[in-house]
């Protein structure tokens, strides 16, 4: 029997057989990635995938060897933080980024290809936010293969989904939509419903920021459909919160009710702060457009602290992820 004294959160005394010796190395290797060394490049490897605790402002640095002719596909999942996902060539040039600003991505996916010879490529994971926020997030290496004729097209779409959020950012939505529609098409012919459903999420956050509620719907409605097929109950409460959204721009508060509140539940469920925080908020603007403004002043205080009781604020505009 082994005693071991770790301080975490609190110092407290553990004990392990032989048996726990798994949990031990385990528990090391996440407390390790908490701090991880940004000079030091963990290595990925297929079927290992890695969990890690990131703060804001840090990075994280990830490391893929290939062979000349191979293919490989790297995937990051967050949760309660924002990330941006950057894969950089053997030569450290910038391959493609995922900017995950805004929950608009929670699942990146970066491909690469050795073409010359032997490669090494690099994964980086940044953090938003304050060194106060703090998130957790897996990554892992979900194929290494030769390559095929399709991997040129995962690729490009990729750089089209990549280039709309950087499009989207920059406040230029028509351009937006346009990338993630080109991106969407690739996606559904590579049959990779995942990433299909997040990028029509994104058209969607585009359409909605253009007016265009009804295109936005339509997009939310196929993406809705997708993520109950591929079960991501994260993706699916982000398109049932913009439905929400999209019914109270066109003024149909019982559907934008029914929306709000299945997107509540759902984030509830798979504990999504964030995500709570800003459906609980859409909802307070809503009793606020009915006029209950006691109810309205309550829910909005629930979701942020901006005011409490009867007083009528003003005027919010509403988050449509």
């Known amino acids: 029997m082994i005693t071991i004294h770790m301080s975490l959160k609190s110092s407290r005394s553990v004990s392990f057989n032989r048996a726990g010796y798994a949990t031990i190395a385990a528990l090391i290797l996440f407390v390790s990635l908490s701090a991880q060394n940004p ?34 596909r790297a995937e990051v999942e967050q949760k309660n933080i924002d990330v941006v996902v950057s894969l950089f060539d053997a030569n450290g040039k910038l391959v493609v980024e995922m900017d995950g600003k805004d929950g608009r991505l929670w699942h990146e996916s970066v491909s690469m290809i050795a073409k010359s010879g032997k490669a090494a490529f690099q994964v980086k994971i940044r953090a938003y936010g304050g060194s106060g926020h703090v998130g957790d997030y897996r990554i892992k290496l979900a194929e290494v293969r030769p390559t095929n004729a399709n991997d040129g097209k995962r690729l490009k779409a990729e750089i089209h989904l990549s280039k709309g959020r950087t499009f989207y950012e920059q406040l230029r939505s028509q351009a937006a939509a346009n990338e993630y529609e080109i991106a969407t098409a690739l996606f559904r012919e590579l049959g990779d419903s995942q990433q299909e459903a997040i990028t029509l999420t994104n058209l969607g956050q585009a359409f909605f920021r253009l007016s265009e509620y009804d295109r936005s719907i339509i997009a939310n409605k196929r993406a809705m459909e997708l993520f109950q097929k591929t079960k991501d109950r994260l993706g699916e409460a982000k398109t049932v919160n913009t439905l929400g959204s999209n019914y109270r721009a066109l003024e149909q508060p019982d559907k934008a009710r029914q929306f709000f509140e299945k997107a509540l539940a ?7 702060r964030n995500g709570e925080g800003g459906t609980i908020y859409n909802l307070g603007l ?30 919010r505009r509403q988050r449509s992820e």
């Open 39 to 72: 000079n030091r490049p963990l290595k990925l490897s297929t079927n290992e995938p890695i969990d890690g605790q990131i703060k804001g402002g840090e990075t994280h640095i990830y490391e893929v060897t290939l062979n000349k002719g191979e293919y490989a």
């Open 286 to 315: 809503l009793h606020y457009n009915l006029l209950d403004y006691k109810k309205s002043g309550g829910t909005l205080y629930t979701s942020s602290g901006h005011f409490s009781g009867n007083k009528r604020p003003r005027q």
């Open 266 to 272: 759902i984030r509830r469920e798979v504990k999504d």
